[in-house]
């Protein structure tokens, strides 16, 4: 899979990503990241690329020309159809399900803006798809890129080894993650729960499965409605919410 990064920082990109999984990733030739400098593409005699906001107001604008010219230059040699994504607050918040479509794809353009933003006529005349990685501001779309090629690099088929494509991991079926342990067995008085050390694997998966949905029901409530759960799974639920209630019944004095 090939990103295509069009950014006023390359090195941010090109320094950032080359590491661990990824940087794997990339040297089996499974991912490919091109930056690409806004700044080359500047029509203005002093390189620059930015400018005062109209209306008034602080902050600078990066200018409509090099960032539509710099796409172009790109649209030009990547794939027919190649997607545009725009790195910004105002776009859908990145998912596990967004990645996994956006893995599917063979090539990706990502336009990071800098400063306050870029000017909205180039956004209105490329159309891209705006992707948020949350709700704060960043100074930069560059880390926002950066997590996209992150996780939708490792779902790319050959990145991750067996070990790690093995793992159960969240949001691969809406819950969260169950505890893991490695050695020792103790550490500090608290001892690796004993089922994971008895070898009975159909007891593993089962405790396994009960711990992510405790898990999540504790740290992520919102994502239980959206989950698989087997009729089970609701009971145990159900259960967990009745203990809540019941807790907070015999802690309150008034009540
Ligand atoms: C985000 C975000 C972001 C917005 C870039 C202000 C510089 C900044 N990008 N998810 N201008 N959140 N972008 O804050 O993606």
């Given at each position: 899979?090939?990103?295509?990064?069009?950014?006023?920082?390359?090195?941010?990109?090109?320094?950032?990503?080359?590491?661990?999984?990824?940087?794997?990733?990339?040297?089996?030739?499974?991912?490919e990241?091109?930056?690409?400098?806004?700044?080359?593409?500047?029509?203005?005699?002093?390189?620059?690329?930015?400018?005062?906001?109209?209306?008034?107001?602080?902050?600078?604008?990066?200018?409509?020309?090099?960032?539509?010219?710099?796409?172009?230059?790109?649209?030009?040699?990547?794939?027919?159809?190649?997607?545009?994504?725009?790195?910004?607050?105002?776009?859908?918040?990145?998912?596990?399900?967004?990645?996994?479509?956006?893995?599917?794809?063979?090539?990706?353009?990502?336009?990071?803006?800098?400063?306050?933003?870029?000017?909205?006529?180039?956004?209105?005349?490329?159309?891209?798809?705006?992707?948020?990685?949350?709700?704060?501001?960043?100074?930069?779309?560059?880390?926002?890129?950066?997590?996209?090629?992150d996780?939708?690099?490792?779902?790319?088929?050959?990145?991750?080894?067996?070990?790690?494509?093995?793992?159960?991991?969240?949001?691969s079926?809406?819950?969260?993650?169950?505890?893991?342990?490695?050695?020792?067995?103790?550490f500090?008085?608290?001892?690796?729960p004993?089922?994971?050390?008895?070898?009975?694997?159909?007891?593993?998966?089962?405790?396994?499965?009960?711990?992510?949905?405790?898990?999540?029901?504790?740290?992520?409530?919102?994502?239980?409605?959206?989950?698989?759960?087997?009729?089970?799974?609701?009971?145990?639920?159900?259960?967990l919410?009745?203990?809540?209630f019941?807790?907070?019944?015999?802690?309150?004095?008034?009540?």
């Amino acid at each position: 899979m090939k990103f295509y990064v069009l950014t006023l920082f390359k090195e941010m990109i090109e320094k950032g990503i080359d590491y661990s999984v990824i940087g794997r990733g990339i040297e089996k030739g499974l991912i490919e990241v091109e930056a690409v400098d806004i700044r080359d593409f500047t029509k203005d005699k002093h390189r620059r690329v930015d400018d005062y906001c109209y209306g008034g107001g602080a902050g600078m604008i990066m200018a409509a020309q090099p960032v539509y010219d710099a796409y172009m230059s790109v649209k030009k040699r990547a794939k027919e159809g190649t997607r545009l994504i725009y790195m910004s607050p105002r776009g859908k918040t990145l998912t596990q399900a967004k990645a996994e479509e956006l893995s599917r794809e063979q090539e990706l353009i990502i336009l990071c803006g800098h400063y306050e933003g870029i000017d909205e006529r180039v956004i209105e005349e490329l159309n891209p798809e705006e992707i948020s990685i949350g709700d704060f501001v960043l100074t930069g779309g560059e880390l926002g890129a950066m997590v996209i090629i992150d996780c939708v690099s490792r779902l790319v088929s050959g990145v991750l080894n067996k070990e790690e494509s093995f793992m159960n991991e969240s949001f691969s079926d809406g819950l969260l993650e169950y505890p893991q342990y490695t050695r020792p067995p103790e550490f500090m008085g608290r001892k690796v729960p004993e089922v994971l050390l008895s070898g009975h694997h159909g007891n593993v998966e089962k405790w396994r499965r009960e711990q992510s949905v405790i898990a999540t029901f504790e740290k992520r409530p919102d994502l239980l409605e959206k989950a698989e759960l087997t009729e089970n799974e609701k009971k145990l639920i159900k259960e967990l919410q009745n203990k809540c209630f019941c807790d907070t019944i015999s802690n309150n004095e008034d009540l």
